[in-house]
Structure formats: C-alpha cells, structure tokens
C-alpha cells in the first residue's frame, strides 16, 4: 500500500507504516527533501570574526546552527575551510536546507560560488574524517 502527502503544489507518494510513525516521517522527510525557505526564512549574523576564522549563526525555520571555520573570498568565490558546524541534529535541514542556507550566503556575499570544506571530525564514528566538498554556485537562467 503507498500511502500520497500533499506538498504545495505537488505530491509524494511514500511507503505504508503505522499511522502513527507515517505522520512523524512524513513531515520530517518532507520538510527536509522536499520544502525549500525563501531567503527571507534565514537569518545570518557574524558573531565574531579573528583574522581570517569566523563564528556565524544561522537561523533557519527548524532552528539555529552555528558555524565556524576560517573564511576568505578570492574574486567571486567565497571559500570556507575546516568548517564545523552544530546546533541542529544530524539530517534536519536535508540537501534542500543546506541549498537555501547557500543561496542566502551567496546573495549576503555577493559572490559566483561558495566551497565549504569541513574540517577534520573530532569526535564520533568518523573521529579523523575528513567531508566531502559542498560547493554552492550562484544559478544562472537562460537568457539572463
């Protein structure tokens, strides 16, 4: 049995669970794959910079994140090196919220592209562990 969620303007059709468990992993998935904030939903404050390392909060609909990493533009690319990021839980702002946090920085900054490369895990299962590369380019539309 699949059971259809209305989102917006579209739907999604996802697997049978308990009734119970279907709400709760209907609405976390669907905000986190499918809902995308407007620019105007997230809010950027640079809570401390030393030289080229910067402490940023995020505020986003399902929460705050703070970031800090060591931060520099070269022409138009804004690049973020050993970044670590906390404050929310693992999974809640999906792909789709990390791209409404990039294109917020990316209109903030007034840059192309921004790479952020995280730093080195401290703690955990993956304690060493270095992240793959993010890299948010601006979006250009044909005829513009």
Same mark, same amino acid.
């Given at each position: 049995?699949?059971?259809?969620? !209305?989102?917006?303007?579209? =739907?999604? %059709?996802? /697997?049978? &669970?308990?009734?119970?468990? *279907? ?6 998935? %669907? ?6 904030? @407007? ?9 401390? %910079? ?10 986003? @609909? ?15 690319? +804004? =690049? ?17 919220? +990390? ?6 920085? *990316?209109?903030? %900054? ?10 080195? &895990? ?6 060493? !562990?270095? /992240?793959?590369?993010?890299?948010? @380019? ?7």
């Amino acid at each position: 049995m699949v059971v259809s969620i !209305k989102l917006g303007e579209g =739907r999604i %059709a996802l /697997p049978r &669970r308990s009734n119970e468990s *279907l709400e709760c992993y209907c609405y976390v998935y %669907a905000n986190s794959v499918y809902i995308m904030w @407007p620019a105007n939903e997230i809010t950027v404050e640079i809570v401390e %910079a030393d030289g080229s390392v910067v402490i940023v909060d995020i505020a986003t @609909p399902v929460g705050t994140l703070t970031l800090i990493g060591s931060g520099s533009i070269d022409g138009h690319i +804004l =690049r973020m090196d050993r970044v670590h990021v906390q404050g929310l839980e693992s999974g809640t702002l999906g792909r789709s919220g +990390l791209n409404a946090i990039g294109r917020k920085l *990316l209109e903030l %900054a007034d840059v192309d592209q921004i790479i952020v490369q995280g730093g080195a &895990r401290t703690t955990g299962r993956g304690k060493g !562990k270095i /992240p793959r590369t993010i890299r948010f @380019p601006r979006q250009t539309h044909a005829g513009t």
